[in-house]
T-cell receptor, first 112, second 112 residues
Framework: AQSVTQLDSQVPVFEEAPVELRCNYS??????LFWYVQYPNQGLQLLLK??????LVESINGFEAEFNKSQTSFHLRKPSVHISDTAEYFC??????????FGTGTSLTVIP | ETGVTQTPRHLVMGMTNKKSLKCEQH?????MYWYKQSAKKPLELMFV???????ENNSVPSRFSPECPNSSHLFLHLHTLQPEDSALYLC???????????FGPGTRLTVT
């Protein structure tokens, strides 16, 4: 069975501090990995994705995530957060076809 | 309109009512999805329509009934719901076999 675990349900962090949101998955086959962000009263928006190639992927707003096959992890990091990064973050995997599996989400709160 | 739209954005209904949620995508995609988002739970995939085929999560109660008249429109018909069905219902679309989904803003459903 496939599953996605986001170990932290809430992460408070001060503005301009670094942050890491953790994601682990279980799968015996190759996967595609995603991070989505959800702002209040909105749907999910794709933040970044890993399909193949370089294990480090970046978003346009300074987030990055690294695929670690041996640890089955895809943690999301940002070296310096802004107030506008306050949102819910979801890790997801796609195995085959149209089957996507999501984690329970991590609520990131940036404190001024 | 661009992207994925959902109507209504908010819905309050009694347990004996019948209502429908609507989703429309303007992206030329050919796969559409219904998800249920409840607090502190993973997104639950309810239904997938792809190339006019339907895939459903067997754990979804029969009081939820999807309809996909064409590749751009998706409905979720609701009848005799229960209070535990209160949640955010998200629609998404993708190209068949594509690596990512595009989400609508969701319908916040409250069953009284």
């Amino acid at each position: 069975a496939q599953s996605v675990t986001q170990l932290d349900s809430q992460v408070p962090v001060f503005e301009e501090a670094p942050v890491e949101l953790r994601c682990n998955y279980s799968s015996s086959v190759s996967v595609y990995l995603f991070w989505y962000v959800q702002y209040p009263n909105q749907g999910l928006q794709l933040l970044l994705k890993y399909l193949s190639g370089s294990t480090l992927v970046e978003s346009i707003n300074g987030f990055e995530a690294e695929f670690n096959k041996s640890q089955t992890s895809f943690h999301l990091r940002k070296p310096s957060v802004h107030i506008s990064d306050t949102a819910e973050y979801f890790c997801a995997v796609r195995i085959t076809g149209n089957q996507f599996y999501f984690g329970t989400g991590t609520s990131l709160t940036v404190i001024p | 309109e661009t992207g994925v739209t959902q109507t209504p954005r908010h819905l309050v209904m009694g347990m004996t009512n019948k209502k429908s949620l609507k989703c429309e995508q303007h992206l030329g995609h050919n796969a559409m999805y219904w998800y249920k988002q409840s607090a502190k739970k993973p997104l639950e995939l309810m239904f997938v329509y792809s190339l006019e085929e339907r895939v459903e999560n067997n754990s979804v109660p029969s009081r939820f009934s999807p309809e996909c008249p064409n590749s751009s429109h998706l409905f979720l018909h609701l009848h005799t719901l229960q209070p535990e069905d209160s949640a955010l219902y998200l629609c998404a679309s993708s190209r068949q076999g594509a690596t990512e989904q595009y989400f609508g803003p969701g319908t916040r459903l409250t069953v009284t």
